[in-house]
């Protein structure tokens, strides 16, 4: 099993992952089962019911806690069921701070449904210290950031928004894009961690779920009472799949990286193109801040076309390699159009995207054979 001591490569194969004691199975079984037979009544082997544990629910969330290099990890049937759950550490009146480009999901969680219950949002530019300042409140109980966000890659300084909060103000961190390889908010003060793990951490678009990683074991205690109380839970083969994609975090994210850095560099230079947005560039205005908090830059990338919407609808449904779709973080590349897919929730609010955005998730393919795909696909536009 993995040690704190050891690199997140080493953790990615190994932690939360002991061989099985009955067979020696090197891989964590998938124990498809509701419930446990007791010895005698209430006594049992630390397994009662899997809403409430699961072994392979258990091994994953010490795979993410030490791969956050946090003490606990927590896991749930969707990310917006992690996020959701956090939430519920809230009481009505609370006020929570909330980066203007968040995820379009946890936007509407937070807009449609938990103001109903008496949360109070206020959406602000988290790469400003001075507007986040501004924006707390008596009241305020958490600030919320993505970084990059999705899908402007907008940075924020998790460790400057750490130092800034007061205490008493939870910072938590939404690690989806850029996954515990390339940047871990625990180690730079944050408290909470949360991730989709349909995302990068699973990395193959085969599963669904999410997760939380944290250090205080009163507030884990807390969510781990609402996660079996809400129930929330993911199965244990999608734990499984998430288990298995782990294992090649650290190749993938390289080779997401690199891929992507040469695309932003052959979109900068293309003639329909307005704008890159890619952290690894240096034109990315937190170029800086990137190159300080991450490892590498990951294998987001958004740009926007001349043409605006028109060109960005066309240009989106001409790839044939990279395919139309929602979603990121798996090994095939896909490309969308926020305007009118993720982020349609958003239209007309204060934080719409612009019309001629155009997403790209970079996957593992030999980067040749993407850019000739993109460079098909913009041809006249
Ligand atoms: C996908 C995503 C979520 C929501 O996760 P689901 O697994 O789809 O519920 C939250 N935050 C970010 C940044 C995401 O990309």
New binding site residues.
């Given amino acids: 099993m993995a040690e704190k001591k050891h690199k997140v490569e080493t953790i990615a194969i190994h932690a939360g992952q002991e061989p099985d004691p009955h067979t020696g199975a090197i891989m964590t079984p998938i124990y498809q089962t509701s419930t446990y037979v007791q010895s005698a009544p209430a006594e049992h082997k630390g397994y009662e019911y899997s809403r409430t544990d699961n072994p392979t629910r258990t091994a994953l969330q010490a795979l993410i806690a030490d791969l956050e290099g946090g003490q606990h990890g927590l896991v749930f049937s ?4 992690a ?1 959701d759950t956090l939430m519920r550490l809230l009481n009505p009146g609370d006020h929570v701070i909330v980066g203007d480009d968040v ?1 379009g ?2 936007f509407r969680l937070f807009d449609k449904i938990l103001a109903r219950y008496g949360l109070l949002f206020s959406y602000v530019d988290l790469s400003d210290l001075s507007t986040v300042e501004a924006a707390l409140q008596p009241a305020t109980k958490m600030i919320w950031l ?1 970084t990059p966000t ?1 899908p402007l890659l907008k940075l924020a300084d998790i460790q400057a928004i750490s130092n800034l909060a007061p205490e008493g103000v939870w910072v938590a961190v ?1 690690n ?2 850029a996954s515990p390889y390339l940047q871990q908010p625990l180690q730079l003060g944050a408290d909470f961690v ?1 991730h ?4 990068y951490l699973g990395g193959h678009s085969d599963t ?3 997760a939380i990683a944290l250090n205080d074991t009163q507030q884990y205690e807390q969510l781990k009472f609402l996660q079996n109380a809400v129930g929330a839970v993911p199965g244990p083969m999608d734990c499984w799949l998430v288990l298995r994609g782990a294992k090649t975090l650290h190749l993938r994210m390289d080779r997401h990286s690199d891929n992507a850095m040469q695309i932003a560099q052959f979109l900068a230079d293309h003639i329909a193109v307005a704008e890159v947005i890619y952290p690894g560039l240096e034109s990315h205005p937190q170029h800086e801040l990137a190159k300080r908090q991450m490892r590498d830059f990951g294998g987001m990338l958004s740009l926007v076309l001349k043409g605006g919407e028109a060109a960005g609808r066309e240009f989106a449904s001409r790839t044939k390699l990279f395919a139309l779709a929602e ?2 973080g798996g090994v095939e590349s896909l490309i969308e159009h926020p305007y009118s897919m993720t982020h349609a929730s958003t239209a007309d609010s204060d934080i719409a995207v612009p019309p001629g955005l155009v997403r790209l998730s970079v996957g593992v393919e030999h980067v040749d054979d993407l850019i000739d795909d993109l460079r098909q696909a913009l041809h006249g536009l």
């Fill in positions: 969707s990310g917006m069921a996020i995820y999901g946890t993505e999705n939404d989806t894009f949360i989709s793990m349909t995302k669904v779920g999410g979603s990121l």
